[in-house]
């Protein structure tokens, strides 16, 4: 598959044009930023982890039916993706309270829910990606009602397939955030990324943070972080594929 001309450049991501077109090739950088792009520093490593941690969860998801943009891995930063229009919805999952969820309605951490919760955003930088609801983002023609509750759909189950598969790593699946795409004939697809980028990933028994929180609240230690994720899910990647889910 030859690498054609660079279409975009992302925070976190660069994405090439290919030979054929309703592909694309993505490429992860090791560039890191916070809160709409104000906080900027570099995490070593984090491209070629949240390739690989991204590539192996779609493929996990893949076989339990959720349709994803993944085709191939083609190098340690580099995936073959399925062409796709990005949904410009930021669509976010929470089993446990954390972050702007805390900080808005005034709660600790760390409060586990008795049904997981979601949420979407504007994908707009200008706007700082605003919160909104169903009703919002059909008012803006953002989405279709059908699409819409595919993406629900896929999300909440996307949720129970890994929420398990962080557990038997001995990891909390606090929340994360996806992306979603529509393929040529209009399928939605996962799209996007699944890392320590996107995801709040508490170790079990500690408590600690091992994800990009590290990097957004200074805390130290974010590589190590990173590492001890990937090393902790290709330890347990297998039992992972046993699971019936
Ligand atoms: P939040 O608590 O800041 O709203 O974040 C919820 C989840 O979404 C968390 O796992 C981090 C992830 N996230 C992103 O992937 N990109 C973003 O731009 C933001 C704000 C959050």
């Not at 900027?40 to 070629?48: A, N």
């Not at 009602?145 to 929420?163: C, G, P, Q, S, V």
Request: neutral net charge; contains cysteine.
């Amino acid at each position: 598959m030859e690498k054609k001309a660079q279409l975009y450049e992302g925070k976190a991501k660069k994405v090439y044009a290919t030979d054929d077109e309703n592909l694309l090739i993505v490429s992860y950088k090791d560039d890191a930023t916070a809160f709409n792009g104000q906080k900027r520093g570099t995490i070593e490593g984090k491209g070629v982890i949240n390739n690989k941690m991204s590539n192996i969860l779609m493929a996990l998801l893949e076989e339990n039916k959720i349709p994803t943009h993944f085709v191939k891995e083609l190098s340690d930063r580099e995936t073959l993706v399925k062409k796709v229009k990005i949904v410009p919805l930021e669509v976010i999952v929470r089993n446990v309270s954390a972050g702007s969820f805390s900080k808005k309605y005034g709660v600790e951490e760390g409060i586990v829910f008795d049904e997981p919760t979601i949420e979407f955003s504007y994908k707009n930088d200008e706007l700082g990606d605003p919160l909104l609801n169903d009703y919002h983002a059909l008012a803006l023609k953002l989405v279709t009602k059908d699409e819409l509750e595919t993406i629900k759909k896929y999300a909440f189950r996307i949720n129970e397939i890994l929420k398990k598969v962080w557990s038997l790593c001995k990891i909390t699946l606090v929340d994360f955030k996806l992306e979603f795409g529509k393929l040529s004939d209009g399928r939605i697809v996962l799209a996007d990324e699944i890392s320590p980028d996107t995801c709040r990933l508490w170790d079990s028994e500690s408590g600690k943070k091992l994800d990009k929180d590290r990097f957004r609240r200074d805390l130290g230690g974010t590589e190590d972080a990173y590492c001890e994720v990937m090393a902790r899910l290709m330890q347990n990647i297998k039992s992972a594929q046993e699971i019936k889910f």
